[in-house]
C-alpha cells in the first residue's frame, strides 16, 4: 500500500534527551517535508526537501534538524527538546514540489516534551 | 504576507442542510488553493484543489479573487462529513509549502 509512516506514533520524554522521529515513504517521492500542528495555529512547516541530500528550513525550523540521505526516508531531529516542542507532527509527500502534486499525510505523531 | 484564515473554529449542522466552510486567503499573485480533510483516526487528506475545478464527495470550492476567499460548499451535508477540514495556500517560490488554515472542525447531526 502507498504510504507515508512515521515512528513513533506518540513519544513522552524529558527536556534535553536527544530524540528522532522518523518518516518513511513507498511512493518514490522526490519531496518531503515536516509540519507541526498546535491548536489554533493549524499546521506550519519546519522544513522540506526537494530531493536527495537537498533539504531547507520552513517557517518554523528552530530547534529542530532534518537529514535526506535516500529518497525514503526523511528523519526530524530534536537535539535538545522542550516543552514549546510539544506538538502533533506530520510528515508529508508528494512526486515533486508544487500545486500540481498531491501532499500524502502520514499519521502523526504526538509528542509531549516535560 | 501570506496567510489563510478560517474564522469558524466549529460548524455544526444537521443531515440534510446546506454547508459552507469558510476560507479566505491573502497572497500576491496566482494562488493555489486546497481543502484537505482529516476524519476521525484517519490521516489528513486533499479534498480538492482549485485548479481541477472537481466536485469530490458532493463538496466543490469556487476560488472568488475578488474577495480572496476559497469557499467549501455541499448542498446537502451526510453524518460522514463529520470531520476537520483545513483550506490551505501553495506557498510562493515553488517550495512546495502549504499554509494551513486554522481549521475548522464540520459537525453534522443525525
Known amino acids: 500500500e502507498a504510504q507515508v509512516t512515521q515512528n513513533p506514533r506518540y513519544l513522552i520524554t524529558v527536556t534535553g534527551k536527544k530524540l528522532t522521529v522518523t518518516c518513511s515513504q513507498n511512493m518514490n517521492h522526490e519531496y518531503m517535508s515536516w509540519y507541526r500542528q498546535d491548536p489554533g495555529l493549524g499546521l506550519r512547516q519546519i522544513y522540506y526537501s526537494m530531493n536527495v541530500e537537498v533539504t531547507d528550513k520552513g517557517d518554523v525550523p528552530e530547534g529542530y534538524k532534518v537529514s535526506r540521505k535516500e529518497k525514503r526516508n526523511f528523519p526530524l531531529i530534536l537535539e535538545s527538546p522542550s516543552p514549546n516542542q510539544t506538538s502533533l507532527y506530520f510528515c508529508?509527500?508528494?512526486?515533486?514540489?508544487?500545486?500540481?502534486?498531491?501532499?500524502?499525510f502520514g499519521p502523526g505523531t504526538r509528542l509531549t516534551v516535560t | 504576507a501570506q496567510r489563510v484564515t478560517q474564522p469558524e473554529k466549529l460548524l455544526s449542522v444537521f443531515k440534510g442542510a446546506p454547508v459552507e466552510l469558510k476560507c479566505n486567503y491573502s497572497y500576491s499573485g496566482s494562488p493555489e488553493l486546497f481543502w484537505y480533510v482529516q476524519y476521525s483516526r484517519q490521516r489528513l487528506q486533499l479534498l480538492l484543489r482549485?485548479?481541477s475545478r472537481e466536485s469530490i464527495k458532493g463538496f466543490t470550492a469556487d476560488l472568488n479573487k475578488g474577495e480572496t476567499s476559497f469557499h467549501l460548499k455541499k448542498p446537502f451535508a451526510q453524518e460522514e462529513d463529520s470531520a476537520m477540514y483545513y483550506c490551505a495556500l501553495g506557498g510562493s517560490g515553488n517550495t512546495g509549502k502549504l499554509i494551513f488554515g486554522q481549521g475548522t472542525t464540520l459537525q453534522v447531526k443525525p
Open positions: 482549485h485548479i
Open positions: 508529508a509527500s508528494s512526486l515533486f514540489a508544487g500545486p500540481l502534486y498531491e501532499q500524502y
